[in-house]
């Protein structure tokens, strides 16, 4: 399941967030068509990096064509952290547990999943039926020379998780299991779905401009023999200037990951680019471009290259009421 399949070429498309007419358009511009309800392509597959869920105008029906893809074999995906929430907002917890849910019910988490819930108000079914297909969902894909996954590619803890689940998928035991971070199952899901981060420094919090006051801040998953703090932020809130050129200690050093120049090229979303589409290393791309905020839907053509192009990224420019593909 953790396997891509093989293909005259890949279209990887990055955090759509209910932007289904944005993701309609794209496609079509990639020379994906319409048969029978599904967009397919003579040679080609598309592969989404998750997060179709949450936040935008239309997540039913991006999930419905992105699903109707995948289950017709034009499309792979893998699991986003919208999804696994969405699981975690969903699924009770066992007996004995203090929670009633596996993601806590409060203000900020219903918040987050609002957009979708609301949107399948009259269609519980349905929702209920995504859920369980959001469980055959690989937490990473590896093909012939690149890989996929949401937010980070950590190559230990997946060696680890491949031994103990051959078939890519959460189980229901890592679900439960994954409540608990310092877990491995936590620390497996937080690492692969949201990425790396540091703790900072002295006590000190950032405000986010999404409203979240943090004390922690992401870093580069990539970056080769950084120093400072500033060489390893990566998100959408920088941090204060004073702390930009403070020196990486030697035992923060040590908690960073680094994806080294000579591995396979690999696809990430979930960062909140801005900007112009292009590769940050010649073996590293996020394809995730703000849809939802009005930025950009982003995929890069994939053709086997060894290392990545920046003419290769197609994109299409969300903006407000567009018309149906």
Avoid at 62 to 88: D, F, I, K, P, W
């Amino acid at each position: 399941m953790s396997q891509v399949k093989e293909a005259g070429g890949y279209d990887i498309i990055g955090d759509v967030h209910g932007c289904a007419r944005a993701l309609g358009t794209l496609l079509q511009n990639m020379g994906y068509r319409k048969h029978n309800g599904i967009y397919r392509h003579p040679s080609r597959i598309a592969i989404f990096v998750g997060d179709i869920v949450d936040r935008g105008p239309r997540v039913r029906e991006a999930l419905h064509l992105v699903r109707g893809m995948v289950e017709s074999g034009y499309a792979q995906m893998t699991m986003g952290n919208h999804e696994y929430n969405a699981l975690g907002y969903c699924t009770r917890a066992r007996p004995g547990s203090p929670r009633t849910f596996l993601r806590e019910h409060n203000a900020r988490h219903t918040r987050q999943i609002a957009e979708t819930l609301e949107q399948f108000e009259k269609y519980g079914r349905e929702w209920n039926d995504f859920l369980e297909w959001f469980r055959t969902i690989p937490l990473f894909l590896e093909g012939q020379g690149f890989r996929v996954v949401h937010a980070c590619w950590d190559q230990t803890l997946i060696d680890q998780f491949r031994e103990r689940h051959p078939d890519g998928l959460i189980s229901d035991d890592l679900l439960h299991s994954s409540v608990v971070r310092e877990s491995f199952a936590g620390h497996l899901l937080d690492r692969l779905l949201r990425g790396t981060d540091l703790p900072l420094p002295d006590g000190r919090s950032i405000h986010g401009r999404d409203g979240l006051v943090r004390s922690f801040f992401r870093t580069k998953f990539w970056e080769i023999n950084p120093q400072t703090y500033g060489d390893v932020v990566f998100q959408p809130d920088g941090l204060p200037d004073d702390l930009m050129s403070r020196p990486l200690t030697s035992e923060e050093q040590s908690r960073l990951l680094t994806y080294e120049a000579h591995q396979p090229p690999v696809f990430v979303g979930h960062y909140w680019r801005s900007g112009l589409p292009r590769a940050i290393r010649p073996n590293v791309a996020c394809l995730d471009y703000s849809a939802v905020k009005y930025g950009k839907l982003v995929a890069y053509r994939y053709d086997g290259e060894k290392q990545l192009s920046d003419d290769k990224f197609v994109w299409i420019d969300v903006f407000k009421g567009m018309p149906e593909p």
